[in-house]
């Protein structure tokens, strides 16, 4: 049945459903998983990374967070060269809200302009969707700490701790057992590193694996956004006992 509805995203099925725009959201969730964590002083949002082959080189930047504004940063699951096109644009409409208000924008307001133009492409036709899935953290006046998640479809929500990519339903029902709405950053790490090694692909967590960022408020005030190191990840990871110190040494 659906073979009649599915060839273009302006035509609605019986059912009232979009194919297209469920296909997109398929190929997320062949995507490498990424779970976002609100905690009571800042945002922890963690990536996995997924080596297809050995003869890659290593990327020395990240492939998975990205920073948007100085308040705001998100992580990605999907088409990369899809994010990148949204990306651009997040950061164009970021610095044109700065240069005519000097002030930072609303992060939901960005967030929201985002998925308006990502709405877009499921309604005029010879346009596809774009096959990406955002979790949007950041810090406003108005609101403090705040995450978002988006998808194909151009919604978009708040979220306390979400979940998305490969085996997203796992890691959601995981999170909903364990989130604490008084969570440190400390803790949100731990929760979002213990939720990923549980529900990623590959038997054994490394910082190569993995990419790890936080935005939070420095002691002076300003907010900041910081991607760890591969060092200070194989830290953490033996921290919080997720791996062997030996296996990291080797």
């Known amino acids: 049945m659906s073979r009649r509805y599915d060839s273009r995203t302006t035509i609605f099925s019986p059912e009232g459903r979009l194919y297209q725009v469920e296909y997109a959201m398929e190929a997320i969730g062949n995507a ?73 924008m609303p992060v939901e307001q960005l967030v929201q302009s985002l998925c308006d133009t990502k709405q877009g492409y499921t309604q005029f036709g010879g346009l596809r969707p774009f096959g990406v899935s955002f979790l949007f953290a950041g810090w406003d006046k108005n609101f403090g700490f705040q995450l978002y998640m988006s998808d194909p479809s151009g919604n978009y929500g708040g979220w306390k701790a979400a979940a998305i990519g490969a085996n997203n339903q796992a890691a959601q029902s995981m999170l909903k057992q364990d989130y604490k709405d008084d969570n440190s950053r400390e803790e949100a790490t731990e929760l979002a590193l213990k939720v990923l090694s549980k529900t990623m692909d590959s038997t054994s967590l490394t910082s190569e694996k993995l990419e790890l ?19 200070s990840l ?3 990871l033996v921290k919080f006992g997720l791996t062997q110190p030996a296996a990291e040494a080797s």
């Not at 492939?63 to 949204?86: F, P, R």
């Open 32 to 104: 490498g998983s990424a779970i976002g964590i609100l905690a009571k002083d800042g945002v922890v949002l963690i990536g996995e990374k997924k080596v297809t082959s050995k003869l890659l080189q290593t990327s020395t930047s990240t492939e998975k967070m990205y920073k948007i504004d100085d308040h705001v940063a998100c992580a990605v699951a999907g088409i990369m060269s899809d994010a990148n096109i949204l990306i651009n644009t997040a950061r164009v409409q970021a610095q044109r809200y700065t240069y005519t208000y000097q002030e930072p």
């Open 234 to 236: 194989s830290k953490l």
């Open 213 to 231: 960022a936080e935005v939070f408020i420095t002691p002076v005030g300003k907010v900041k956004y910081q991607v760890h190191s591969p060092e």
